[in-house]
């Protein structure tokens, strides 16, 4: 009975048996219940006798795990069983999230042999930006789809398909505008555009009505014209007239289909010609060239045939009362230009173009407002509005005077500013005489 009372004690105090085996041991079972009353009325502990190793073993709140009793081992172990069964249960779906996302990227490297091959999928890429969060193991109770939508959304951003928001913020953004306009401007150019814009597609569009405006609208007769080289560098000098400056295009045109090489002109126009929407780059692409030193040494220096207007703004400016009556060839610019490039000049008189628009007074403090020299006032316009710049249909004369040579001067006579005076002044008088003779021998302005 004893050994059974001993057992009891030693089952109680978690496996540990009572260090003495006397007559305290022996009673240290009956007074189990008088520990719990002390416990709960602690006032009274200090009338309680002392108590052996037995009763501080009992008087433990929370039993280790070894000492437990079966039943409580095992309801620890079905929790834990429990436990693990959840949390592989929520993590089912991230690990087949993952795989369909190393299937599809798999895929793509196979369609796009050009790439570098993706390296494995890892539970925590390091170099991919951002990375996806791993897969944890032990996590806290809480919302778990919440986790698995998080875990899916990084996924997304290696993919190449377009989004209705990527779609929104390139309509918004002004570059989509200006490669759309870019391609609209560029439909028709050809690939072969020069350095100074001419487009030999867009000249051989608007070919037949340059044809049409030499040949039946103007009627252009050009004498003279074997005097221009077949081939070299050569500087036509040429009269400016007409409100619009539509001179130079039919100079080109008369080249084109009068001369027996068919030679190319590139003419030199002012500045104010680019301020117009579209009339500016339709003569670049015709091959109209800003004027200045620098373009025409390149020109001339890729053996072109190139025309200028010493007048300037002030020939295209003349009141109808002045027509014909040449302007000053500004500081002999085009002498020098002749001179340092070693090119003969050809001297040409246009008539016929004074009378397209006659000009009967300029209005100039206007002028800034549009970007202009001067605001044109012609029977027409602006009483016609835009309609009243079209030009009339009178008749063209073109005459092509003898080569002047200046190679005899050398290079270094660019610089004798007498020198470019005096030759700038008998260019001028060439063209004056050549203007007298066709309007002398003109009877009608409209049929010549």
Not at 237 to 260: C, Y
Request: with cysteine; glycine share 6%.
């Amino acid at each position: 009975m004893s050994r059974t009372k001993v057992k009891v004690a030693t089952t109680l105090a978690g496996g540990k048996k009572p260090a003495t085996r006397g007559p305290a041991a022996k009673k240290a079972p009956a007074k189990a219940a008088p520990k719990k009353t002390a416990a709960k009325k602690p006032a009274k502990a200090s009338v309680a006798p002392p108590r052996t190793p037995a009763r501080k073993a009992a008087a433990k709140p929370i039993p280790d795990a070894r000492g437990s009793s079966p039943e409580v081992l095992s309801q620890m172990r079905e929790l834990e069983k429990q436990l693990d069964r959840l949390i592989e249960e929520a993590s089912r779906p991230d690990l087949a999230a993952l795989d369909r996302e190393g299937d599809e990227e798999d895929a793509d490297a196979d369609l796009e042999p050009a790439r570098a091959p993706a390296p494995a999928p890892s539970p925590a890429p390091a170099a991919a930006p951002p990375p996806p969060p791993s897969i944890p193991f032990a996590r806290p109770s809480g919302p778990l789809p919440s986790f698995a939508s998080s875990a899916s959304a990084p996924a997304s951003v290696p993919s190449t398909e377009t989004t209705v928001f990527d779609t929104a913020r390139d309509l918004l953004s002004t570059d989509f505008y200006l490669r759309k306009w870019g391609r609209l401007a560029m439909r028709n150019r050809s690939e072969e555009v020069d350095d100074f814009g001419y487009d030999p597609i867009y000249d051989d569009k608007v070919r037949p009505a340059l044809d049409f405006l030499y040949t039946r609208y103007f009627r252009v007769e050009a004498t003279g014209v074997a005097s221009v080289p077949s081939q070299g560098r050569c500087l036509l000098v040429a009269n400016h007239s007409g409100t619009v400056p539509l001179d130079g295009v039919m100079i080109k045109t008369a080249l084109r289909r009068e001369h027996e090489a068919a030679r190319h002109v590139r003419w030199l126009t002012e500045d104010f010609i680019y301020h117009f929407p579209y009339l500016g780059g339709a003569m670049n692409r015709l091959g109209a060239v800003r004027a200045c030193q620098e373009n025409a040494e390149r020109l001339l220096a890729q053996d072109e045939l190139v025309a200028v207007f010493p007048e300037g703004v002030k020939g295209i400016g003349k009141l109808f009362a002045q027509r014909y009556r040449l302007q000053r060839f500004g500081r002999g610019g085009f002498i020098k230009l002749a001179l340092r490039t070693n090119t003969p000049i050809v001297p040409l008189a246009v008539v016929g173009a004074e009378e397209t628009n006659p000009l009967l007074f300029r209005i100039e403090h206007l002028a800034k407002l549009v970007g202009l020299p001067y605001v044109p006032v012609t029977p027409t316009f602006p009483l016609l509005g835009p309609a009243g710049l079209l030009p009339a249909p009178t008749k063209w004369r073109m005459r092509f005077g003898e080569p002047l040579d200046l190679s005899s001067y050398g290079p270094d006579a660019a610089d004798d500013d007498l020198l470019v005076g005096k030759l700038a002044e008998r260019v001028r008088a060439t063209i004056q005489g050549m203007l007298d003779h066709e309007i002398g021998t003109r009877k009608s302005v409209f049929f010549g």
